[in-house]
């Protein structure tokens, strides 16, 4: 009988998990932000208070639900997601003309998550995610032009043209990564290089529903409390992995609750506020506060399919995706925001979309004129500058190249 509990309303003994049915979710609308308090002078921060089930925490606090912004950050916002939609849905577009081959995932609908994450942290702060990349590697200081040249495999791309969708860097995001999960233990790794030379800074080791329950996982999960690194382990929960529902794939699919003694937060993934408050809440925890790793869950969509070759509605019903478009979209849940709040109106926002347009257009054709990398570009950044051998052998012993 210790294992049933008794409601109040029948007297009726339920279990614990139908008890768990009639928690609240988390709300995922884009635009249910209210406003409360703006200023005279649209220099000074406006206060808004977010919805109160935009988060739900696992062994922590909540964040508060009263943020303060500034009108330039939200404009910022909805340029940079703006932006990142446009670049997408050129490689989206350079894909279907065949200049782009192999793999390539794309993140629209995912924007808020991207944007948002840069807004909460610092420069110094690491970031590392898998193959959903594009957004991360240009937010951390990569470019547009240098992320469709490394698509199309130009020597203008970000690796040169050589890592393709999923390997693109920068200094402080470690990539794109193509095996499922294995990002999640080098963020560890990061995170506990960070600690050892005493910086104050975090990483955020992003991986999806669809990892969520590999081995390494868990493994990196332990080895973080354990030594309590400043990990932030971000899943993005788009609800699908490939071509599986998260309710197929894990028994439990309230992912923040599954770090064991990590603490989780559970985030409303198509609010960009949101989830920027809940980005600054995580690296307080881990940073300032020095209390370790936690987990975050961003409840987020795809719209398109896992990668380009697939369809995207095998799985799932085209009525869905239309729904989740039209009703919880980020970018179109910030701008009602950004006009109802009277920060700009709907023309000077159409502007801003014609900007991100142009910028990315131009992006593109820069990158189609770039040159593909030569032969002899193959036996370069194999290691780290300065470091190199005078020489490597190729593929057989006599095959010897000059560094």
């Not at 942290?121 to 992320?147: E, L, N, Q, W």
């Not at 989780?264 to 370790?292: C, P, S, T, Y």
């Amino acid at each position: 009988m210790a294992s049933l509990a008794r409601t109040r309303l029948t007297g009726r003994l339920i279990r614990p998990a139908a008890l768990r049915a009639h928690v609240r979710g988390i709300q995922q609308s884009a635009d249910s932000t209210e406003l409360r308090d703006k200023p005279a002078d649209l220099s000074e921060p406006i206060t808004v208070k977010l919805h109160e089930d935009s988060f739900r925490s696992y062994l922590c606090d909540a964040p508060d639900l009263e943020v303060q912004v500034t009108k330039d950050e939200l404009l910022t916002m909805y340029k940079q997601m703006q932006t990142m939609r446009r670049m997408e849905m050129a490689a989206d577009a350079l894909y279907k003309a065949k200049l782009i081959r192999g793999f390539c995932h794309l993140a629209i609908g995912q924007e808020a998550v991207s944007v948002g994450l840069e807004h909460g942290i610092t420069k110094d702060d690491r970031v590392i995610t898998a193959y959903r990349c594009h957004p991360f590697a240009v937010m951390r200081g990569g470019s547009i032009k240098g992320v469709i040249g490394e698509l199309l495999g130009r020597q203008i791309g970000m690796s040169h043209g050589k890592g393709g969708s999923m390997h693109i860097f920068t200094p402080s995001f470690f990539g794109g990564n193509g095996i499922v999960g294995a990002q999640v233990p080098i963020g560890a790794g990061v995170s506990f290089a960070q600690k050892y030379m005493g910086e104050k800074t975090c990483t955020f080791a992003l991986y999806g529903d669809g990892a969520s329950n590999q081995g390494q996982v868990f493994e990196a999960f332990n080895m973080a409390k354990l030594w309590n690194l400043p990990t932030i382990f971000v899943c993005e929960n788009n609800k699908y992995g490939m071509g599986t529902s998260a309710a197929r794939s894990s028994s439990n699919t309230e992912y923040f609750t599954r770090g064991d003694k990590i603490p989780g937060l559970q985030v409303n993934g198509m609010d960009i506020i949101a989830a920027k408050r809940a980005v600054e809440f995580a690296r307080k925890w881990a940073v300032d506060d020095q209390n370790g790793p936690l987990l975050l869950e961003f409840v987020t969509y795809r719209y398109g399919g896992h990668s380009m070759s697939d369809p995207g509605t095998t799985y799932r019903t085209r009525e869905e995706v239309q729904r989740m478009r039209s009703t919880q979209d980020p970018i179109r849940g910030l701008q009602r925001n950004i006009e109802e709040w009277g920060l700009a109106t709907e023309q000077e926002l159409k502007a801003f979309d014609k900007a991100a347009k142009a910028e990315v257009d131009e992006a593109v054709e820069e990158a189609k004129a770039s040159p593909e990398p030569l032969l002899k570009d193959l036996w370069t950044d194999i290691y780290f500058k300065g470091t190199e051998p005078p020489s490597m052998r190729g593929r057989e012993r006599e095959e010897v190249h000059v560094y």
